[in-house]
């Protein structure tokens, strides 16, 4: 039996789940494989700036807590894919809602962090 998750806890282990999902490339990874499965190397392709090692490590996190199902292929030379889960889907049309929202939102966020940076204007 498992206490109920509590991410304020400071000790809860959701806390690390939280740590996952929340991550710039386990998003891009979940929106990436919505369409289907794709093979590491296409992921690479389609996520600009992720190295091999964090692709690779986050996809074992993914995983490991079961949003996403490693498809080995015995094929030569070995082919494999991997795919959502069904809650790797749940989650994954989370993310692609946050995807759209910074995508609709960055004009303005580049905006105000513009007038941020320029600081206070003199006389004011």
Known sequence: MFLPANPYNMDCPSRDMLDLIGG?????ILCCLQQGPVRTGALMRQIGGI??????????DLERDGFVERISHPEVPPRVEYRLTDLGRSLSD?????????????????????????????GA
Not at 24 to 28: D, G, Y
């Open 24 to 28: 710039k490339w386990a998003i891009l």
């Open 51 to 60: 190295s091999q090692k964090m692709l690779t490590q986050t996809l074992r």
């Open 94 to 122: 989370l993310a692609r809602t946050m995807e759209q929202w910074v995508v609709a939102h960055y004009p303005a966020i580049l905006e105000q962090r513009r007038r941020s940076c320029a600081g206070p204007r003199p």
